[in-house]
């Protein structure tokens, strides 16, 4: 609902105010995020929501059990729309840009109700057109979904705070039920929550009872998300991957949340000038004991507790935080836009705007490429439904191969899958169960073309078992090479018989 400064504002601004303000930075965040959303392939995380979610519900039921439990209530959410539309690249993104749109109106939202309509707008534009943003609402997991409920829950404690509020209560019942929707969609995102303890602390709420109703609130959250933390603390094996913290990782997530090398200074300008035009007079009203806390008390905290424990810190974790930057910034511009005269105040925000899409314009690019993730998946299943033949043998170097695969399942229908004991489906994983390599003589003894397909996720140097696959593959030529495509993340090689298997049966 809009204040009635906002309502009150004079001239140009009087329409910013209205309800239907955020409606703008939504549909352009909406259109900036539907713009390439089918240029980059999918990648390997893609990879696990298509095979997930293309299962029925028991049998994502039984997946849960052995993995991906944190992921559980995303993949639910995505099944029936799968039933509907399917796992193409634009049917499993567009969830992402739906709430990509939606917390681009929340932002304004916020933006307004802490510092006024220009600085809402602005900043919902900021989220909207950031270049991260754009990424993760290109992409066919929980971040963008998980940063919507992320601005929903601050806007919730914005409400629940404010002074002489009606019905204080209803708003931090609901703020609860979000964060716990907020946790069971990510369990790193609960860091949101000192963080808002960050923002009591700032904002210094005088209405009675504030802070006791944000403790029964965030109370009774943590202990409806205890027994689910818990069960996911038994996969913590999926992420011992994640690298030790380091100096040079602060500056990734630096330049992921500015949106690359060339945008992190004026970024930065922009954010620390809107910090200091985000102090509010008002209890509850500022935009900078808002925004603050959310930008860096999650990956603070996230970074010591990777410092003193095991690590659990990836920039692409604290997503959820990219909107309060849009507020810091968003307020700056703002503030830019009041120097002065107004038609002064204008042409200078209009030349920064300019100068940071120009800025940002090569990065939107970038990140529409069908090569722009970590794995081009695309390419290969491209080769190989181009090029399969009837009787065709397929090689996985190792089982996470074969989840990569699953981008594209309708690619590899034709090759037989030479290695495989029990498929992802049967096995309640993503990758299967191989067989042992001695195992796979048989079906090569016969097979007239075989392909052989590899990833950067089998590493180097080869695991034995890798090792010997490669090493029986060859033993069972005579073969040479027809093919060999490389590719982000991988490599395919396409082997032709060219005598019959003489060697010992």
Known sequence: ????????????????????????????????????????????????????????????????????LVHALYYLIMRPWVMLFGTGEL????????????????????????LGPAAGLLAGLMYGGTVSVTRFAQEARSYAMVTAVAVLATYLLIRGMREGGRHPWRW????????????????????????????????????AGTWLRWLVASGLAAVALLPFALAARGQDFQVDWLPEPSWNMVWTLVRFM???????????LLALIGAFAGFGRREGRSLTAVALPWLVVPPTLMLVVSLLGEPLFMYRYVVFCLPAL????????????????????????????????????????????????????????????????????????????????????????????????????QAANLKGRSTFPRELRRPLRSASRVWV?????????????????????????PWRVAGTWKYRGGKLTLYERTAPYRGSR
């Open 258 to 268: 500015a949106g690359g090398v060339g945008l992190v200074a004026p970024v930065l």
């Open 453 to 477: 397909m590899n990833s950067r996720s089998v590493g180097t140097p080869l695991a034995p078992l890798v090792q010997r696959r490669v090493e029986i593959v060859r033993e069972m030529g």
């Open 91 to 114: 049917a499993l993104r567009l969830p992402s840009a739906l709430a990509t749109a939606a917390a681009a109106g929340g932002v304004a939202v916020i933006g307004r109700r802490c």
């Open 172 to 207: 931090f019942a609901g703020y609860g039920l979000v964060i716990v929707v907020l946790g069971l969609l990510n369990l790193n995102a609960v860091f949101l929550v000192p963080a808002h303890a960050a923002t009591l602390l700032a904002a210094r709420p005088k209405a």
């Open 326 to 425: 849009a507020l810091l910034t968003g307020a700056g511009l703002a503030r830019i836009a009041a120097l002065g005269r107004p038609a002064v105040g204008g042409l200078v925000l209009a030349a920064v705007v300019a100068a940071l899409v120009v800025a940002s314009v090569p990065r939107h690019e970038a990140v529409r490429r069908q090569d722009s993730r970590p794995d081009d998946l695309r390419t290969p299943a491209e080769i190989v439904r181009a090029n399969a033949q009837d009787g065709d043998v397929l090689v996985y170097l190792a089982e996470v191969v074969r989840w990569g695969a699953s981008a594209y399942p309708d690619a590899y229908h034709r090759p037989r899958d030479a290695a495989m004991r029990r498929s992802p489906v």
């Open 1 to 68: 609902m809009a204040d009635r400064s906002e309502d009150d504002a004079p001239g140009p601004l009087r329409w910013l105010g209205l309800r239907a303000m955020p409606l703008v930075p939504a549909v352009v965040a909406l259109a900036i995020a539907l713009a390439g959303i089918r240029g980059p392939s999918f990648w390997l995380d893609e990879a696990a929501t298509v095979s997930a979610t293309g299962r029925p519900v028991p049998e994502m039921l039984r997946l849960f059990e052995n993995l991906d």
